[in-house]
């Protein structure tokens, strides 16, 4: 065997054991991911239009496993209490224990301890709430809106329970960390309109780590496969030519 064909199948073992090795870590990856976001995130479907334009009916969301404790205002929540009919619900929280929420000022915007807040994830024309309300959060306890504010059936319609339209932290099972469907999907966002109110904002959940392992667990796989064809069509088309036979007359 020539020196130039134990090059090129040296060469060509080396590629397997790389290109294999890629697959190995690409199928951790994209395994790994979907392992990891099973633990931490559980899938829901919204049903209705009441946290429109954040969410749409139908739209599929990535939802944080959490304990109540770890919620701050802003936050986007599922929750099951008995007051609101025992059924898995989707709402934003605006007030936390302790809170006096109150619509609405000469702005139209509603104000929590007496400070107004901005909601951009209002529709644009939408005021605070098209009608008037004050409740005291009581300790432990949430004050939820939907985004929707012209139909949503949100906590300002139990302020004359005894919670005053709030429910209690536990009964929060998890945070919207992202719409996964329909594509491309989007990243709930934290507003900022509560960052410099006590407690602030909550920090994002491991979604985007999650999504990116798979994706690049999903792009090693396929980039590791594809070696073995690629490199052989490559080598075919770097061989000689045979020779073509020679012909030959009779004397």
């Not at 139908?58 to 936050?75: H, M, N, Q, T």
């Not at 929750?79 to 609405?104: E, S, Y």
């Not at 410099?196 to 980039?223: F, K, N, R, W």
């Amino acid at each position: 065997m020539s020196g130039t064909g134990r090059t090129k199948g040296g060469r060509g073992r080396l590629g397997s054991v790389l290109s294999g090795l890629v697959v190995a870590v690409g199928c951790v990856l994209f395994l790994g991911g979907f392992a990891w976001g099973a633990v931490v995130y559980k899938p829901f479907t919204v049903p209705t239009d009441s946290m429109a334009p954040t969410i749409e009916p139908g739209d599929r969301v990535l939802a944080e496993r959490i304990d109540g404790a770890e919620v701050r205002r802003g936050d986007v929540v599922i929750f099951n209490d008995k007051t609101w009919g025992d059924l898995p619900m989707v709402k934003r929280v605006v007030g936390v224990g302790g809170d006096k929420i109150a619509c609405c000022d000469a702005g139209g915007r509603m104000t929590i301890n007496g400070k107004a807040v901005e909601e951009p994830y209002l529709h644009s024309k939408d005021p605070a709430s098209p009608t008037g309300f004050t409740a005291v959060v009581p300790d432990g306890e949430l004050f939820l809106l939907g985004d929707e504010r012209m139909g949503s059936l949100d906590s300002r319609r139990h302020l004359e329970d005894a919670g005053h339209g709030a429910v209690p932290r536990s009964a929060v099972s998890a945070r919207l960390d992202a719409v996964a469907w329909p594509l491309p999907g989007a990243l709930v966002g934290r507003p900022q309109s509560f960052a410099d109110l006590p407690g602030g904002v909550s920090q994002p959940g491991p979604v985007t780590l999650v999504l990116a392992s798979v994706a690049l667990g999903a792009a090693l796989i396929l980039g590791g496969a594809a070696y073995g064809p690629v490199a052989r069509a490559v080598g075919r088309r770097g061989e000689p030519a045979a020779p073509s036979p020679r012909v030959t007359a009779d004397a």
